[in-house]
Nanobody
Framework: QVQLVESGGGLVQAGGSLRLSCAASGRTFSNLAMGWFRQAPGKEREFVAA?????????YYADSVKGRFTISRDNAKNTVYLQMNGPKPEDTSVYYCAATTGWVVTIDLSSYDSWGQGTQVTVSS
């Protein structure tokens, strides 16, 4: 089982920037494809971004964040990041990090078998 711990959430002004981090332990990090998801109150959890293993050669983004958010990974630090540039009030959510041992990077949350506890991001207008 992989343990995932997110950090970096908080309050940010619209148009600012914020970087989320997710530290992984319990498995060899380079054997994990990683994803970020988010869930706003009263809404279903939705895909945000994903990055392939072992070195992040492929990345995928939801249309709503494409061009504003960037996912990256540092295998030496067992950490995946989500750089949020130009956030909007509609990006306000709890953000979750997720891991899968599958080779195929997927936006399907049911394919991820390990989840972090989430970190709150609030974007003020």
């Amino acid at each position: 089982q992989v343990q995932l711990v997110e950090s970096g959430g908080g309050l940010v002004q619209a148009g600012g920037s914020l970087r989320l981090s997710c530290a992984a332990s319990g498995r060899t990090f380079s054997n994990l494809a990683m994803g970020w998801f988010r869930q706003a109150p009263g809404k279903e959890r939705e895909f945000v971004a994903a990055i392939s293993r072992p070195r992040g050669g492929s990345t995928y983004y939801a249309d709503s964040v494409k061009g504003r958010f960037t996912i990256s990974r540092d295998n030496a630090k067992n950490t995946v990041y989500l750089q949020m540039n130009g956030p909007k009030p509609e990006d306000t959510s709890v953000y979750y990090c997720a891991a899968t041992t599958g080779w195929v990077v997927t936006i399907d949350l049911s394919s991820y078998d390990s989840w972090g506890q989430g970190t709150q991001v609030t974007v003020s207008s």
